[in-house]
């Protein structure tokens, strides 16, 4: 594999270099937003920063393992952890911790959040399915057990409540199939059921409908569903172009709710400005190119979906954590990859870092031995995936 030029590295090392930097800036913004909640709530200013260094840890140590090991082998057990993984998003429901009027955690001695594991499950699922299929150049559909296994997780976590989680169980399952090559027909009636279903959903429950009149004019809420948006616009005008200084943001005052989770960014713009903010967003762009690179320069279908998959979570997370921070999108309740505090969270993201790695590793290892052949595989699926795209 060819060294890119913009870091000077191969894709796999510039991808651990990027993971690095926004570990470090998640770290400090954490606590930055967190130690004056957990000094006045909980007697411990570093309560959540050692939690998070712990996550940290636990991460690196699966992402090391992912990393090393050869990826054809997860796909084998993609339905026993899809089984487990329902089997642990039902008994949520019946003896999950509650908080802030959600059911989402589990307490198994350690506490961690079912439906983000779901998301990498997702991953496993389309991949194992869709991999082999486009090595072989066969049909692929959507009625398949990747998206009823998927549907019935996000079902799962739509009950809890968390709409934001469950579509992005979906939407990572769901967008791995269109450059895959599935039938218009089919692409067509994902659209209609998606709209329709998004439309109903939202007005099923009254929180949600006042959520999206909120988006559309928060300042008309300011006081109810509209608080939190209001004070990150607040926080992120305040910033101004280098910020107020670490710890000297005036959000985290209890003016700003779940500052050290959802709403993370809105602190990062406020302390470190929008120089900050810029740096933050390049970094998720270039985790996004070179996770691109390595999907297309995978060695197989396989390798393909797992980069594919992996990119999208983080950076489809982050673009729409992002969005709504800044009042692009309505409140949704998906936190910034690396940035946010969120054990389950982070180590389900350096999960897929590891993917990307493992991908990218034995991709390299395959091209140097055999380079004709693998550039032949590697064009055979590009127009495949091409057509679909054109397809769509």
Request: aromatic letters at 10%; one cysteine or more; proline letters at 4%.
């Amino acid at each position: 594999m060819r060294k890119i030029p913009v870091l000077g590295t191969s894709p796999g090392e510039a991808i651990i270099y990027i993971v690095t930097v926004l570990i470090a800036i998640g770290t400090i913004n954490i606590f930055s937003a967190s130690f004056v909640t957990a000094g006045q709530l909980l007697g411990d200013s570093y309560f959540f920063l050692k939690r998070h260094l712990i996550s940290v840890i636990m991460g690196l140590v699966g992402l090391i393992f992912i990393a090393r090991m050869n990826y054809r082998h997860l796909p084998r057990l993609s339905l026993l952890l899809a089984t487990i993984t329902v089997a642990l998003l039902i008994a949520v429901h019946f003896i999950g911790v509650e908080a802030n009027g959600a059911r989402r955690w589990i307490n198994l001695g350690i506490k961690f959040q079912p439906s983000e594991i779901a998301k990498f499950i997702a991953i496993l699922m389309a991949a194992d399915y869709l991999g082999p299929r486009i090595d072989r150049a066969r049909s692929v559909t959507l009625l398949s057990w990747p998206v009823v296994l998927s549907g019935i997780m996000a079902y799962l976590v739509l009950k809890q409540p968390d709409m934001g989680t469950a579509a992005v169980i979906a939407a990572i399952c769901l967008v791995l199939y269109l450059p895959s090559g599935i039938p218009l027909k089919q692409i067509y009636a994902l659209i209609g059921i998606s709209v329709t279903g998004i439309v109903y959903l939202v007005y099923a429950a009254a929180y949600r409908a006042e959520r999206i009149f909120a988006w559309i004019d928060p300042w008309a809420y300011q006081q109810t569903s509209g608080y939190q948006s209001v004070q990150a616009l607040l926080a992120i005008g305040s910033g101004g172009a280098l910020g107020t200084g670490l710890g000297m943001g005036a959000s985290k005052f209890h003016y700003l709710p779940e500052a050290h989770t959802d709403f993370a960014f809105a602190v990062l713009c406020q302390e470190m400005g929008f120089a900050g903010a810029l740096l933050v967003i390049i970094l998720f762009a270039l985790l996004a190119w070179y996770g691109i690179k390595i999907a297309l320069s995978a060695s197989d279908g396989l390798g393909m979906m797992l980069a594919a998959g992996a990119t999208f979570l983080i950076v489809g997370q982050a673009v729409g954590n992002i969005a709504m921070v800044t009042g692009i999108l309505p409140v949704t309740g998906i936190p910034l990859p690396f940035i946010s505090f969120g054990g389950t969270s982070l180590m389900v993201n350096l999960l897929a870092i590891g993917l990307l790695i493992s991908v990218a590793r034995i991709s390299n290892r395959q091209q140097n031995a055999s380079p004709k052949t693998e550039t032949t595989k590697r064009s055979r699926r590009l127009k495949l995936v091409s057509r679909s795209l054109e397809d769509v």
